[in-house]
């Protein structure tokens, strides 16, 4: 099974293209998206959300990883081994996160990248045919060497947003198990109150609470929390005791 991660989008051909190389070289296996609206151009942002969704992948998939802004420049293309799963991308921080995360199983190797390949689409010559042989063979070419990665240093927590979904819901980096109890985020100077679900609190409240994911996330309830105070990806939150 491949897993696509990726700030591409669905405009254009980009996601398409990238499933046909996957289903001409390997046309039994499933296809799953993700996500095609991670935070564009952010690697560092994104990779704790594919950290945290990666949690909840199964051994035996394949993640194909990309937003990748240093494309076609010296970065290195990267898979990694994690407890039974291969991932698949850049090495810009984007992977950091999860593999730092890897409890067992954690080897990473350097990609070749095949001359005469595009300079801005490595999700579709490199990364793309990289898994589609990954999930063929299931282990890496004799030829590619162990390396470090860009990102090992990386907290395994981020109170940074690291995205925020249709409905203006704003994620951050932070998982909800860190937290002390009764420590929550301050936006705008305004401390948040938690709750567990939506309908603990009021329309027009805003609130965080712990996400499917684990992550703590701010809400209002049948609101737009990045609209009601101009919050982006990227943005640093603090977090302290809200009496």
């Known amino acids: 099974m491949f897993l696509l991660f990726t700030d591409f989008g669905w405009r ?12 001409t070289r390997c046309p039994t296996h499933p296809i799953i998206d993700l996500m095609h609206d991670a935070a564009a151009f952010r690697p560092r942002e994104a990779g704790y959300l594919l950290a945290a969704i990666a949690h909840w992948i199964k051994p035996a998939a394949v993640i194909v990883a990309v ?37 067992v199983d954690r080897r990473v190797f350097a990609l070749p990248i095949p001359g005469g390949v595009s300079a801005s689409f490595h999700g579709r010559d490199v990364f793309a045919p990289a898994a589609a042989e990954l999930a063929i063979c299931g282990r890496i070419a004799d030829q590619c060497e162990i390396v ?24 951050t980096g932070r998982r909800a198990a860190t937290l002390s109890r009764g420590v929550g985020p301050v936006v705008s100077g305004q401390p948040i109150i938690e709750a567990r679900t ?4 009021a329309p027009g409240i805003v ?27 990227g943005d640093s939150l603090c977090f302290q005791t809200i009496t």
């Open 67 to 103: 937003v990748d802004p240093g494309v076609g420049t010296e970065r290195r293309a990267i898979a990694a081994t994690l407890d039974g799963r291969w991932f698949v991308g850049p090495d810009n921080g984007l992977l950091a996160p999860t593999i730092n995360a890897a409890a």
């Open 148 to 171: 470090d990665w860009v990102g090992r240093d990386l907290p395994a927590d981020t109170d940074r947003i690291v995205y925020i979904d249709g409905y203006g819901n704003v994620l």
């Open 207 to 233: 609130f965080w609470y712990r996400n499917s994911l684990g992550l703590v996330e701010i809400a209002v309830n049948q609101g737009n929390a990045a609209q009601r105070f101009g919050l982006e990806v």
């Open 12 to 23: 254009g051909p980009y996601v398409g293209q990238v499933k046909a190389v996957l289903a």
């Open 198 to 201: 939506f309908a603990d609190v």
